[in-house]
T-cell receptor, first 114, second 119 residues
Framework: DAGITQSPRHKVTETGTPVTLRCHQT?????MYWYRQDPGHGLRLIHY???????DKGEVSDGYSVSRSKTEDFLLTLESATSSQTSVYFC?????????????FGNGTRLTVT | AQTVTQSQPEMSVQEAETVTLSCTYD???????LFWYKQPPSRQMILVIR??????QNATENRFSVNFQKAAKSFSLKISDSQLGDAAMYFC????????????????FGKGTKLSVKP
């Protein structure tokens, strides 16, 4: 399995509090992605990174920010959590060995905003 | 923009039987990749099979095979000799080959099909 670790595995937080989710990879892959998974929606892209300090928005980026100061770490921050951000969050990485390289996913973080 | 549609929210199959999960997609691109991912109750996303659009031959991985119809923009997954461990959510996904990485390296997912396997 690709070396991807997400932390925490579960988190419960209150509305209005800041939350940071961490994705750590040991594969030295250039590309990293944050998705959220909600029933009836599949997985949707929040933000992605194509290198250190190079990030861009995805389909559902409102209310989220990201940072990538090192190749191995990609952080997702909810500046002020809302109940609509209750979801399962997945980090994914993609290798550079070919255009058909699949994305490999972490085990997800279940976030509950009360 | 590309879209992926899985028209079967739930499917059921008897153990040892064969089941086919449907997936259609919409794109104006000629070069792309298609994937099926499996998500068991553990929540882990597991790659099942991949298909390059430029290849005529359908991909096969052990009991899993696809029926790729490029003109029809259809990419169905066939599971043969179904096992209890195949019970999971299955996601079809599209990836553009036009600009590796970035938003076009992103996977666009369907909403998933929940597969149940009856003993």
């Amino acid at each position: 399995d690709a070396g991807i670790t997400q932390s925490p595995r579960h988190k419960v937080t209150e509305t209005g509090t800041p939350v940071t989710l961490r994705c750590h990879q040991t594969e030295n892959h250039r590309y990293m992605y944050w998705y959220r998974q909600d029933p009836g929606h599949g997985l949707r892209l929040i933000h992605y990174s194509y290198g250190v300090k190079d990030t861009d928005k995805g389909e559902v980026s409102d209310g989220y920010s990201v940072s990538r100061s090192k190749t191995e770490d990609f952080l997702l921050t909810l500046e002020s959590a809302t109940s609509s951000q209750t979801s399962v969050y997945f980090c994914a990485i993609s290798g550079g060995q070919g255009r058909n390289s699949p994305l490999h996913f972490g085990n997800g973080t279940r976030l509950t905003v009360t | 923009a590309q879209t992926v549609t899985q028209s079967q929210p739930e499917m059921s199959v008897q153990e040892a039987e064969t089941v086919t999960l449907s997936c259609t997609y919409d794109t104006s691109e000629s070069d792309y990749y298609l994937f099926w991912y499996k998500q068991p109750p553990s929540r882990q996303m597991i790659l099942v099979i991949r298909q390059e659009a430029y290849k005529q031959q359908n991909a096969t991985e052990n009991r899993f095979s696809v029926n790729f119809q490029k003109a029809a923009k259809s990419f169905s997954l066939k599971i043969s000799d179904s096992q209890l461990g195949d019970a999971a959510m299955y996601f079809c996904a599209y990836r553009s080959a036009g600009n590796y990485g970035g938003s076009q390296g992103n996977l666009i997912f369907g909403k998933g099909t929940k597969l149940s396997v009856k003993p």
